[in-house]
């Protein structure tokens, strides 16, 4: 199984602080890296799919970038409602495979 | 708009199975795949095996021997199994909508499962 590491559980941010969120596979993944976001009480909102591809309706101060087995979500400028818990996927082999998650708080 | 209703029990006693129709609107089950996943405090977010558009099924090996996902084309409707529930199996489940790829960007409202007597 590919393991998929996120290297912060957490961290603390201020509002408009520019934020990298880590992700590191155990193995090449090919850009087949999906990122999401999941607020309490909520299924996962995907935000980005081929590591770089933003969804539709999804703010474009958030983007991905990396490849081979590291990649990386950035959010530029961040607001009161990206304060939220962040996880990557791969999907370049079964079992898919998600991060243990990265959780945002307000300092 | 593409939608996934998910009805199961919330409750479920040790040993026992557990079953969650999810039932979809907006697409069709002939075109795209349905996976399901599950989240715990304790082990996040796990996939737990998918039903292809053409009905063949893929379970991670770790759910294999008491998984089952089938599906009826005609009701829009997904159902899974699982057999022989632990207290470690308390987690929140959830049905989604394969993409072009194996990402999801249509989610069920999950189900909150406690095992427990």
């Known amino acids: 199984d590919i393991q998929m590491t996120q290297s912060s559980s957490s961290f603390s941010v201020s509002l408009g602080d520019r934020v990298t969120i880590t992700c590191k596979a155990s193995?090449?993944?090919?850009?087949?890296l999906a990122w999401y976001q999941q607020k309490p009480g909520n299924a996962p909102r995907l935000l980005i799919s081929?590591?770089?591809s933003l969804e539709t309706g999804v703010p474009s101060r958030f983007s991905g970038s990396g490849s081979g087995k590291d990649y990386t979500l950035s959010i530029t400028s961040l607001q009161t409602e990206d304060v939220a818990t962040y996880y990557c996927?791969?999907?370049?082999?079964?079992?898919?495979?998600f991060g243990a998650g990265t959780k945002l708080e307000l300092k | 708009q593409v939608q996934l209703k998910q009805s199961g029990p919330g409750l479920v006693q040790p040993s026992q199975s557990l079953s969650i129709t999810c039932t979809v609107s907006?697409?069709?089950?002939?075109?795209?795949?349905v996976h399901w996943v599950r989240q715990s405090p304790g082990k996040g977010l796990e996939w737990l095996g998918v039903?292809?558009?053409?009905?063949?099924?893929d379970y991670n090996a770790a759910f294999i021997s008491r998984l089952s996902i089938s599906k009826d084309n005609s009701k829009s409707q997904v159902f899974f199994k699982m057999n022989s529930l632990q207290a470690d199996d308390t987690a929140i489940y959830y049905c989604?909508?394969?993409?072009?790829?194996?990402?999801?960007?249509?989610w069920g409202q999950g189900t909150l499962v406690t095992v427990s007597a």
């Open positions: 989604a909508r394969n993409y072009y790829g194996n990402w999801f960007a249509y």
């Open positions: 081929g590591a770089t």
């Open positions: 193995e090449d993944i090919y850009n087949r």
């Open positions: 907006g697409f069709s089950l002939t075109s795209y795949g």
């Open positions: 039903i292809w558009s053409g009905g063949s099924t």
């Open positions: 996927q791969q999907y370049w082999s079964t079992p898919l495979t």
